[in-house]
């Protein structure tokens, strides 16, 4: 069992950055894949970028691609999204979640554990 703790969101103006972290307790061995998904108000929740655990491959969403970054700090069991050139249309509450599996899936119904999220707002 997996648990995941989002922090570093809050307000910024467009053209400024974010760093998100989420820190995950629980979890034995390497063989996991965690991820960044998004939620805006009346909006389906969407991937953002996830990683690997163990090898570090990566994967993107077309709309964030050159601008957030995605990154785990393996000791800390913990996965960060470094995001720079932010946009109004990034306000959203993101999520970090979880897989049992050292893949990246961009389907939000394949992962097994999710945090509690946090909100990133953009000004325009």
């Known amino acids: 069992q997996v648990q995941l703790v989002e922090s570093g969101g809050g307000l910024v103006q467009a053209g400024g950055s974010l760093r998100l972290s989420c820190a995950a307790s629980g979890r034995t061995g390497s063989t996991y894949s965690m991820a960044w998904f998004r939620q805006a108000p009346g909006k389906e929740r969407e991937f953002v970028a996830g990683?690997?655990?163990?090898?570090?491959?990566?994967r993107y969403a077309d709309s964030v691609k050159g601008r957030f970054t995605i990154s785990r700090d393996n000791a800390k069991n913990t996965v960060y999204l470094q995001m720079n050139s932010l946009k109004p249309e990034d306000t959203a509450v993101y999520y970090c979640a979880c897989k049992g599996r050292s893949y990246v899936y961009v389907q939000q119904s394949l992962y097994d554990y999710w945090g509690q999220g946090t909100q990133v707002t953009v000004s325009s």
């Open positions: 990683i690997s655990w163990s090898g570090g491959t990566t």
